[in-house]
């Protein structure tokens, strides 16, 4: 969809469809109405040609979920896939008709796993309500016709309609109660690699991107927000800049930041970039790494933790033990620094406000919108904007959204557009959570684990965005938690081990955290995997075979383990130089498993191959998971090589690209991928994947030179 598709007209249509009430399955008669295609129910809009605009409220920002979304619709609908085109709901219409799109938060790999029951059963209603109208159109029962490609069909008289020309009477029908859906043996669209919707204008330069968007009588601010977290504005001089060209206003934004409007955003960055602005800097200005580093070491072993995950008696187990191994991994701060840096558009007037952004959740977009107009839900609307990259940014955040609307209110009835340098975005993110972790474990005389404590020390994300910065008394923040949660669906621990406790201490230093992609099982995978491996050691045994003797009860976990080491050949001569390493965790859903073969030659790493397998449940497209997959591994190996952010005088140090590399094409490895959906559950796939890509190679790294890492990023280690 282009940015045209979600502005003013589409406003006009969902604030006509506002006042209907309707919700999941009941027609919109306004679009008949206006002479404008008819929307058979809120997923599925058929033009006369035949043509269907399927409608989806989760955000694409690369990860494929528009299309994953539209196979399921178009599957259930039976309709003809090369007809097939989407569009974005607004949030605003979303709120107005009673949530019939259901949540718009896109995150923690959920596009697909928690919107699949109710988008199929929007398109499995719109195909029966397609058929009812042909069928009454003909005099004949329902059950006699068959629909195929877009086409409904009489069996007994051979006569045919096309859903275009029915779609206008099938608007009408009452939406059935009872929607069965189809079993996914049976999927034609759906579980298969059918090319995503979004690619031709992506490669075309037809996509437009937030940082793209240019309105009629639009002006451009640019911002710089204080770099020191809890400080504030003191003083600004804005008749520095106020005759600089194209300078409208100079505005200050809320407590902490000053912002300029110009006609260009050049403009306005120079101008800004001129301005004298003094720094109450708070009483955050003296820490350091080094103060938040003694802060976390301070949480390995004070007397108070939070207990996530414990069975039988751990200390006690450890305590009896033959061999005890321990051992204590960091893991540092690490910035989404997503390409299109932080940017949204506002139009404020006296009695509504709307806001153009790319966001992962057009509702909390909204939320925030209303509370910075200071005006109701209902008088404000946010139109989705596709992103130049979001990985957690752009979702449970909206500070951009906030200061774009307070600056608009500044110039009532302008639309102005705030765009972050990238200097504003690298010293103003929600960072990964910094964490430390304390393992122990337990060997007896035989070399098996009969005991391990594993002590998280470090921040809450959901306490960082808790008012207050904390989480009520003795509350277990799940999140800090992943993959190694006792059960459940989403991230449980993957071994079974008589004696275990996992506990967290929350330290929360001042630089505020977010949900980074992958979020905590990125260092909760380094924390065990690696630390398997050095049981394993200690153990004498393979690391292969020493997982699966504490893996017995996990099966999935086991298959994807097996499926991996198959492909890679574990157990067979690697190539002459290359050395090999294992990594698995349960996370979002999915099983996944990874082995990387590396070389290190001089003290230089060349990581040569990663075998990856998941098992997700269902593969809606597995061509989508491949690049998925890929994708994971391009994040997860350019934060293991290269992520850090470092804090002096209470601000990031890290600036721009510079200083916060990311992997080049010459690193990146070749990715061999192994799909094994085991059916009966629907697992995430957008970032549990790289969670295993760091333990996987420095395992392999430990193989190929005997050195354990124990912090990340490698650039800090000489590997020689």
């Not at 409608?55 to 003809?80: F, K, W």
């Not at 103003?428 to 430390?436: A, D």
């Not at 406790?501 to 977010?514: E, Q, S, T, Y």
């Not at 721009?656 to 990715?671: I, L």
Request: with cysteine; glycine share 10%.
């Amino acid at each position: 969809m282009t940015a045209l598709d979600v502005s003013r007209r589409s406003f006009l249509v969902g604030a006509a469809a506002a006042g209907t009430g309707f919700s999941l399955g009941f027609h919109i008669p306004f679009a008949e109405a206006q002479g404008l295609p008819p929307e058979v129910n809120a997923w599925v809009v058929i033009k006369p040609d035949d043509t269907v605009v399927i409608r989806i409220a989760r955000s694409e920002m690369g990860q494929g979920t528009l299309t994953g979304l539209a196979q399921l619709v178009a599957e259930e609908l039976e309709c003809d896939w090369s007809k097939v085109t989407t569009e974005y709901p607004t949030p605003g219409q979303n709120v107005a008709r009673n949530r019939v799109w259901g949540n718009f938060s896109t995150g923690g790999s959920r596009g697909i796993r928690e919107s699949h029951d109710y988008v199929r059963k929007g398109g499995a209603a719109a195909r029966i309500m397609l058929v009812a109208a042909a069928a009454q159109g003909w005099g004949v029962p329902a059950s006699e016709c068959r629909a195929a490609k877009s086409r409904i069909t009489h069996a007994g008289s051979g006569r045919s309609v096309s859903y275009g020309q029915v779609a206008e009477a099938a608007a009408k029908i009452t939406p059935p109660a009872d929607i069965p859906l189809k079993d996914p043996k049976t999927w034609t669209i759906a579980g298969q690699s059918v090319k995503r919707l979004d690619t031709a204008d992506k490669v075309n330069g037809r996509q437009v991107y937030g940082a793209d968007l240019n309105l009629p009588g639009m002006l451009n601010a640019a911002i710089k927000d204080c770099p020191v977290f809890g400080g504030k504005v003191k003083s600004f001089d804005a008749a520095k800049v106020a005759s600089m060209p194209g300078v409208k206003k100079v505005v200050q934004v809320e407590e902490t930041g000053v912002a300029v409007i110009a006609d260009t955003w050049w403009r306005a960055k120079t101008a800004l970039d001129a301005l004298p602005i003094v720094w109450d800097e708070g009483p955050n200005a003296n820490v350091t790494s080094a103060s938040i580093d003694a802060m976390l070491k301070e949480g390995l072993t004070a007397a108070q933790a939070v207990v996530g995950n414990e069975a039988g008696d751990a200390k006690k187990a450890i305590a009896g033990a033959a061999k005890v191994v321990e051992a204590t991994y960091n893991y540092p701060f690490q910035n989404h620094a997503t390409m299109e840096p932080m940017n949204a558009t506002a139009l404020f007037t006296a009695d509504k406000c709307e806001v153009w952004c790319p966001t992962q959740n057009g509702e909390a977009a909204l939320a925030a919108t209303a509370a910075a107009a200071g005006l109701p839900v209902a008088k404000c609307d946010v139109y989705k904007i596709n992103l130049g990259g979001g990985f957690g940014r752009r979702g449970a955040t909206h500070d951009f959204v906030r200061q774009a609307v307070m600056i608009a209110k500044q110039m009532p009835g302008v639309p102005i557009k705030l765009l972050w340098s990238r200097e504003e975005d690298m010293l103003h993110g929600r960072y990964h959570p910094i964490t430390q972790a304390k393992m122990v474990g337990g060997l007896d005389a035989s070399g098996k684990l009969v005991g391990l404590h594993m002590r998280i020390s470090g921040q809450s994300i959901l306490a960082g965005l808790a008012p207050g910065g904390a989480l009520p008394g003795g509350a277990v923040d799940r999140v800090v938690f992943q993959g190694l949660n006792p059960g459940g669906p989403e991230a449980s621990f993957g071994y079974t081990i008589p004696n275990l406790l996992i506990d967290h201490a929350m330290r929360n230093p001042h630089v505020p955290p977010g949900f980074w992609r992958g979020v905590n099982a990125n260092q909760n995978a380094i924390y065990v995997e690696c630390f398997m491996d050095e049981l394993a050691k200690e153990a004498g045994k393979d690391p292969l075979a020493f997982r699966r003797e504490i893996m017995s009860g996990n099966p999935k976990n086991l298959a994807v383990l097996n499926a991996v080491a198959e492909k890679a050949g574990w157990g067979t001569p690697a190539p002459a130089g290359v050395f090999r390493g294992l990594a698995h965790l349960h996370a979002f859903g999915s099983y996944i498993a990874a082995c990387a073969e590396v070389s290190v030659t001089g003290g230089r790493l060349k990581i040569h191959r990663i075998v990856a397998s998941t098992d997700p449940g269902y593969v809606v497209n597995p061509q989508q998971v491949e690049a998925q997959i890929e994708g994971s591994f391009v994040y997860g190996l350019s934060a293991l090589l290269y992520g850090e952010f470092t804090v002096k005088g209470g601000r990031m140090e890290q600036e721009n690209f510079d200083t916060y590399n990311v992997m080049r094409m010459d690193e990146m490895p070749k990715v061999e991928t192994v799909l094994v959906p085991s059916g009966g559950f629907w697992g995430g796939v957008g970032e549990p994947t790289i969670a295993v890509a760091a333990p996987a190679v420095l395992n392999a790294i430990f193989a190929a030179t005997g050195k354990r890492i124990r912090s990340i990023p490698l650039k800090n280690h000489q590997l020689a």
